[in-house]
């Protein structure tokens, strides 16, 4: 499986973004996949995940502000991200798994930065 993150750029306070992750090779054994982020100094943390269905789960700090969707048609997920903060600046790297607690596939991450 292979992951290409796209869409990261410099943003103003408040602004939007929207990152795109194109999944190709053997996505039939896919059954989630996530966004996570790692910013300067920081440990990678997870930011939302999409189940094969369109379930999604979001960390707390992003609830309501960024949403995690899917177009299986594209073998695409996108991260709608809105409001976004000086805070939300780090890389922001696209996985998938099959099931269990590892990630097993990694796209090569997508900078984002919110600055004014």
């Known amino acids: 499986v292979q992951l290409q993150a796209s869409g990261g750029g410099l943003v103003q306070p408040g602004g939007s973004l929207r990152l795109s992750c194109a999944a190709s090779?053997?996505?039939?054994?896919?059954?989630?996949m996530a966004w996570h982020r790692q910013a300067p100094g920081k440990q990678r943390e997870l930011v939302a995940t999409?189940?094969?269905?369109?379930?999604?789960n979001y960390a707390d700090s992003m609830k309501g502000r960024f949403t995690i969707s899917r177009d299986n048609a594209k073998n695409t997920v996108y991260l709608q991200m809105n409001s976004l903060k000086p805070e939300d600046t780090a890389v922001y790297f696209c996985?998938?798994?099959?099931?269990?607690?590892?990630?097993?596939?990694w796209g090569q991450g997508t900078q984002v930065t919110v600055s004014s």
């Open positions: 090779g053997s996505i039939f054994s896919i059954n989630y």
């Open positions: 999409i189940t094969r269905s369109g379930g999604a």
């Open positions: 996985a998938a798994k099959r099931n269990g607690l590892r990630w097993d596939y």
